[in-house]
C-alpha cells in the first residue's frame, strides 16, 4: 500500500549553497524518517523527499521557516512526483540543468567549532590556517562561477585527501559537502618572506615595530602594532595616507573591551558572522597609539575573522605577539585592495617589510565592511565583506538591468524579477586600476547571479566616469540617468520595502551630486517616490570656486558662505586668518564676477565651513574630516543657546523652492566664535540647528501618513541622525533611515535601480 506515503519535489531558492544548506535537508530528513536526494543546480537546491504527507508538510515548514542561520530562503516551490521508495537519503551530484538562478553566499567568518579545533592539540587540524567547515569560512571570494561546488572554486587545485573525503561524504559530519573542506595534509600552505617558521617570523615583525602584508580572506591587509607610535606613523607615510584613520584588529572579544567601549549591540555586531569593523568609541585607558585615528572621535575595531588571524595574534603558549593590530587594507591611497600574489608584491613592494601568504587564490577582491550603531541600530558605512553579495528585494519586478553607481565609495548592482545584488565595495572611480577593478567585479557579479542586462542606468552627471562607462559598454542597450539625490531616496525607500506607489518627504544631505539646472547640489529636500520628485526647497547657494580646491580647503567654503550671507571677512574669523591673502583676493574676484564657480546648496560643504569657521579644521587629507572632527567635539556638550536657519520664499516665484538660509546662523557662529565659545559648543549648536531644520521642514512639507526619509552622506554622522530621528519621532513623524545600504555613495546604485523600475 502506498496511499500512506507521498512523494514531493521541492526547490528551495535564495542563498542556499556554501551555508550547509545540503546537511541541514539530510538530517531534517532523518529526524523525520523520509527518504530521498537532494541535489544544487543553477536554480537552487533540489529535494526529492518521500514519507507519510503530515511529515512531508513539517519537512517542509522547516525549510521555509527554519533554515541554517548563514542561509537566506528566498521561496521554496514544491509539487507531487510518482513514488520511488527505497530508504535513506542520498546527496546526488550537481546538476546544471533547469531555468532559474542560486545565489553566492558571503564570506563568513570563523565559527565557534572550528576555533576551538584550531586551538585543540589533539584535533588533526590543530594549527591548520584554512580550518573551515559548512558554517564558516570563505565563499564569495573563491567562487568563479556557480553552483558552489568544489571544481568551481579556488580549492579545486587542492583535491581532498582520504580523511577529509570521508568527513566530506559523511551527513553525520560538521564538514558534509563543506567544498573549502581541508587539512595540513591536503589544504593551501603558508609562505613567508623570510626563513622559518612563517608564523612566529611574521609575529616576530610586528613585535620589532615592522610592517606585515597578510593575504587575507578578501585581499591582502597591511598590518603593524597599533600601540607602537613609530610603526603606525611609518605604515602612514608609506601608504601616503595623510590623517585618515586606520582600524585595528583584535582576536576576541574581551580585547576590544579593553579599548573601546562595547555594548550589547555592539557586542553582538563584532561577533556577527560578517565581522565588520565597527566605530566605537575609544576608552582613555592605554591602548592604540594616538596615531592610529588622530582627533577621530571613533575607533574602527573588528575581531579576528579568519583562522590565519588568530594564529597571527598567537594561540595559548605561544611566545606574546601584539594583540591590537592595525589592520588596513594593502594599497597606496586611492586605489583598490590587492588580492593578487604577483600584483601584491609589485604594488606592496616599499610597503610591507614582509609578506605573509598562501598558495588559495583569491578570485574576487573584497574588502572589510564598516558599521557604525547609532542608538542601537547598524548603520553600514560601506557594505562588502560579509554582506555581498546578499540580494535585496525590489518592490516592483525589474527586467534585467545594470546600475553603475557612483563615482566615489563605489558600488555597482544588477537586478531582475523581484531582486537586486550590489557589488561589494569597489572604491573611489579616480584611478585606472579601480576602473579595471570595476571591470571585474561586474563582470563576475553577472557570471554569480545569471544576470544579462538589457539596460543600463547611471547617475546623470555627465563628467562622471562611472556614466562614461556605462555609456561606452552600453552598445545598443538604453542608458537611462537618474539624478544624484533622487537615488539616495529612492535606496532608502526600496531598503525599507515601500510600494511602487510611495511618495516620501526626502532629505537628502551630502557632499556633491549633480543638479539638472547645472548647480552642484547637496542639501535637498524632496517630494520623491521611485517615478520622481519634486524640489521643495534646498539650501541656498553659495560659490563653490575651483571645484575640489575648495573641498580640501574648507576655510574656502568658510568664505564663500560668509560672501553669500553678506558677513565682512573680518581678520577675527579664524577661517579669513586661514586663507592667504593672495589667494582671499583671487576669491573675492572670483565670487563677485562667478568666474571660475559653481553654485552649490550642498550641506556636507556647510558641515566644512561651519568646522573652519569654529577654528577646528581648515584643510583636510580626507573626505569629511572636518565634519568628523566637529561631530566629535560636539558629542554629549549640552546645548544651552539654539541656532536656526531662516526659510524663505523665493521672491516672485511661489512655484520655485524655499530657500533654507544660513546666514543667521553664520552670523551666530561668527559672534561666538569672537567671543571665546569654544569649537565644541559651536559644534552642538551647529547640529542642534540643521536638526532643527530637519524637523521645521517635515512640520512645513509632511504629514503622518507620508514617511521622513533621510539620505546622502552627511547622516553617516551619528549625532546628527541620533538627534534629527529623536525630533522627528517625538512629533509624531515616521522616518526612515538605512539601516542595510550606506547612506553615502555605496548605496546608490541600488537607488539608480529603483528610479528606473518604475518608470
Not at 519537512?59 to 527554519?66: G, M
Not at 561606452?472 to 520595502?497: F, K, T
Not at 543657546?641 to 524663505?648: E, H, L, T
Request: glycine fraction near 10%.
Amino acid at each position: 500500500m502506498t496511499g500512506h506515503r507521498s512523494r514531493r519535489r521541492v526547490v528551495a531558492r535564495g542563498v542556499v549553497q556554501g551555508v550547509g544548506f545540503r546537511p541541514f535537508v539530510y538530517t531534517t530528513a532523518a529526524e523525520l524518517a523520509l527518504s530521498g536526494r537532494v541535489s544544487n543546480d543553477s536554480s537552487g537546491v533540489i529535494i526529492e523527499i518521500e514519507g507519510a504527507p503530515a511529515d512531508l508538510d513539517e519537512f517542509v515548514r522547516r525549510v521555509r521557516d527554519s533554515p541554517p542561520p548563514l542561509a537566506v530562503v528566498e521561496s521554496v516551490e514544491q509539487q507531487t512526483i510518482p513514488l520511488r521508495g527505497g530508504t535513506g537519503f542520498h546527496i546526488a551530484d550537481t546538476t546544471r540543468d533547469g531555468a532559474g538562478r542560486t545565489l553566492a553566499s558571503p564570506d563568513v567568518a570563523l565559527c565557534a567549532d572550528c576555533a576551538r579545533e584550531l586551538a585543540d592539540p589533539a584535533n588533526r587540524r590543530h594549527r591548520h590556517p584554512f580550518i573551515n567547515c559548512t558554517n564558516c569560512g570563505p565563499r564569495f571570494t573563491i567562487i568563479a562561477t556557480l553552483p558552489y561546488d568544489r571544481p568551481q572554486t579556488s580549492m579545486a587545485g587542492f583535491p581532498m585527501c582520504a580523511d577529509c573525503a570521508r568527513e566530506y561524504a559523511d551527513p553525520a559530519d560538521r564538514r558534509f559537502h563543506a567544498q573549502p573542506i581541508a587539512c595540513p595534509h591536503c589544504g593551501p600552505t603558508l609562505a613567508y618572506t623570510g626563513t622559518g617558521d612563517p608564523l612566529i617570523a611574521a609575529r616576530n615583525l610586528l613585535r620589532d615595530g615592522g610592517i606585515l602584508a597578510v593575504k587575507g580572506i578578501g585581499g591582502y591587509h597591511l598590518a603593524c602594532d597599533a600601540t607602537n607610535e613609530s610603526a603606525v606613523a611609518e605604515l602612514r607615510k608609506r601608504k601616503r595616507r595623510g590623517d585618515k584613520p586606520f582600524a585595528v584588529m583584535v582576536p576576541d572579544l574581551d580585547t576590544a573591551r579593553s579599548i573601546v567601549e562595547v555594548d550589547p549591540a555592539a557586542a553582538a555586531l563584532l561577533m556577527s558572522p560578517a565581522r565588520p569593523i565597527v566605530l566605537l568609541a575609544p576608552l582613555d585607558a592605554a591602548g592604540p597609539a594616538a596615531s592610529v585615528a588622530p582627533r577621530n572621535p571613533d575607533l574602527g575595531v573588528m575581531i579576528a575573522y579568519a583562522p590565519l588571524h588568530l594564529l597571527l595574534f598567537g594561540l595559548p603558549g605561544d611566545p606574546p605577539g601584539p594583540q591590537v593590530l592595525v589592520m588596513t587594507s594593502g594599497n597606496l591611497g586611492g586605489e583598490p585592495i590587492c588580492y593578487d600574489d604577483t600584483d601584491a608584491r609589485t604594488r606592496l613592494t616599499g610597503l610591507a617589510d614582509g609578506w605573509l601568504s598562501h598558495n588559495r587564490r583569491i578570485l574576487v577582491p573584497c574588502d572589510d565592511s564598516v558599521v557604525r550603531l547609532v542608538d542601537g541600530l547598524e548603520l553600514p558605512v560601506r557594505r562588502s565583506r560579509g554582506y555581498a553579495p546578499l540580494p535585496l528585494a525590489l518592490p516592483v519586478p525589474m527586467p534585467p538591468t545594470l546600475a553603475v553607481g557612483a563615482d566615489l565609495k563605489n558600488t555597482c548592482a544588477v537586478a531582475e524579477g523581484r531582486y537586486a545584488w550590489l557589488s561589494q565595495h569597489i572604491g573611489d572611480m579616480d584611478d585606472l586600476a579601480t576602473l579595471r577593478a570595476f571591470d571585474d567585479a561586474e563582470h563576475h557579479l553577472e557570471q554569480l547571479t545569471g544576470v544579462h542586462p538589457v539596460q543600463l542606468v547611471a547617475d546623470a552627471h555627465p563628467r562622471y566616469r562611472s556614466t562614461a562607462w556605462a555609456q561606452r559598454n552600453a552598445g545598443d542597450r538604453p542608458v537611462r540617468l537618474v539624478q544624484h539625490h533622487h537615488a539616495h531616496i529612492a535606496s532608502v525607500m526600496g531598503e525599507h520595502g515601500l510600494g511602487a506607489a510611495a511618495t516620501v518627504l526626502g532629505i537628502a544631505f551630502d557632499g556633491t551630486g549633480f543638479g539638472p539646472d547645472g548647480a552642484v547640489w547637496g542639501g535637498e529636500v524632496l517630494l520623491a517616490g521611485y517615478k520622481g520628485f519634486l524640489r521643495l526647497a534646498h539650501l541656498k547657494y553659495a560659490p563653490l570656486a575651483g571645484g575640489d580646491v575648495s573641498v580640501h580647503r574648507p576655510y574656502r567654503m568658510a568664505l564663500a558662505h560668509l560672501w553669500a550671507a553678506g558677513i565682512e571677512w573680518s581678520e577675527s574669523i579664524p577661517s579669513v586668518r586661514a586663507c592667504p591673502a593672495g589667494e582671499r583676493a583671487v576669491l573675492a574676484h572670483q565670487f563677485e564676477t562667478g568666474l571660475g564657480c559653481v553654485p552649490t546648496s550642498s550641506m556636507g560643504r556647510l558641515f566644512d565651513a561651519v568646522s573652519s569657521l569654529a577654528g577646528v579644521r581648515h584643510v583636510v587629507d580626507y573626505e569629511a574630516q572636518a565634519a568628523i572632527e566637529l561631530e566629535g567635539l560636539a558629542r554629549g556638550v549640552p546645548i544651552d543657546a539654539g541656532y536656526r536657519f531662516a526659510v524663505d520664499a523665493q521672491r516672485g516665484d511661489e512655484t520655485a523652492p524655499a530657500l533654507l538660509d544660513p546666514a543667521p546662523v553664520l552670523a551666530a557662529i561668527v559672534a561666538d566664535a569672537a567671543n571665546g565659545v569654544s569649537a565644541a559648543a559651536i559644534g552642538a549648536r551647529f547640529h542642534d540647528a540643521v536638526a532643527h531644520l530637519i524637523l521645521q521642514l517635515a512640520v512645513a512639507y509632511s504629514a503622518p501618513s507620508i514617511p521622513v526619509a533621510l539620505s546622502g552622506g552627511v547622516f553617516q554622522n551619528a549625532l546628527l541622525l541620533a538627534r534629527s530621528r529623536a525630533l522627528l519621532q517625538d512629533n509624531g513623524f515616521h522616518v526612515i533611515s538605512h539601516r542595510r545600504l550606506p547612506p553615502n555613495d555605496g548605496g546608490l546604485a541600488f537607488g539608480q535601480l529603483l528610479a528606473v523600475s518604475a518608470g
